[in-house]
Every structure is written in C-alpha cells, then in structure tokens.
C-alpha cells in the first residue's frame, strides 16, 4: 500500500516560519500531483497549494508570497515553506497525492494523517 506522513507543525508566533514535510511510501508506481490542504477551526477543508509533476506551481490567494511549495522526486516528498504566519493560518495541514501503485492501472487519491500548525498573536 501507499501511505503518505505529515511531519514539520507547532506552535508559533505570528511572523515565525515553519517548514511542513510529506513523505510518500509504500509501492509507488509514479507520483503525480501533490497538495497541501488545510482545516482551520469551523471553517471549510481549502487547497493551500499544490505541484504537479511537471513542476507547475499553484497558491491560494491568502498564502501567495508567504508559502512555497516544493518537491523532490528522489526522496518521494513534498515540502511546504511558510514563512510569515498568521493567525488565520492555524489549522491542520493535510498532504493530498495523486499516486500510481506500482502493481496499478490507474492513478489514486491519497491522504495524510494531519499535522497541527497554531499560530499565536
């Protein structure tokens, strides 16, 4: 099977950075598209940014030019900078993978366990 893991949250302070990091394993035909997802507190599950495999890069309004999304295909992850938190940035950040098994046809939506990212004022 095909597991995705979440490493990189915490607590911080409005202004700090943290670096998110999601690791794939398991039986891995190709790797396809990446994302990162986030859930604050009652608010909606939204897309935070995403990789293609080609390398396009997508953000959500709120974040663009304070996260950076980045990939390295050797080691099977995917990264997330963010630097300047806010408050409005707590929640828990979800990896998200678009994944061919090896012993499969088709590609596959995968998804992490959650990491917890608050951010103080």
């Known amino acids: 099977q095909v597991q995705l893991v979440e490493s990189g949250g915490g607590t911080v302070q409005a202004g700090d950075s943290l670096r998110l990091s999601c690791v794939v394993s398991g039986s891995i035909g190709s790797i396809g598209t990446m994302a990162w997802y986030r859930q604050g507190p009652g608010k909606q599950r939204e897309s935070v940014a995403r990789?293609?495999?080609?390398?396009?890069?997508n953000y959500v309004h709120s974040v663009t030019g304070r996260f950076t999304i980045s990939r390295d295909n050797a080691k099977n992850t995917v990264y997330l900078q963010m630097n300047s938190l806010k408050p409005e940035d707590t929640g828990v950040y979800y990896c998200?993978?678009?994944?061919?098994?090896?012993?499969?046809?088709?590609?596959?939506?995968?998804w992490g366990q959650g990491t917890q990212v608050t951010v103080s004022s």
């Open positions: 990789i293609d495999n080609t390398g396009i890069i």
């Open positions: 998200n993978g678009n994944i061919r098994r090896r012993a499969g046809w088709n590609y596959e939506i995968y």
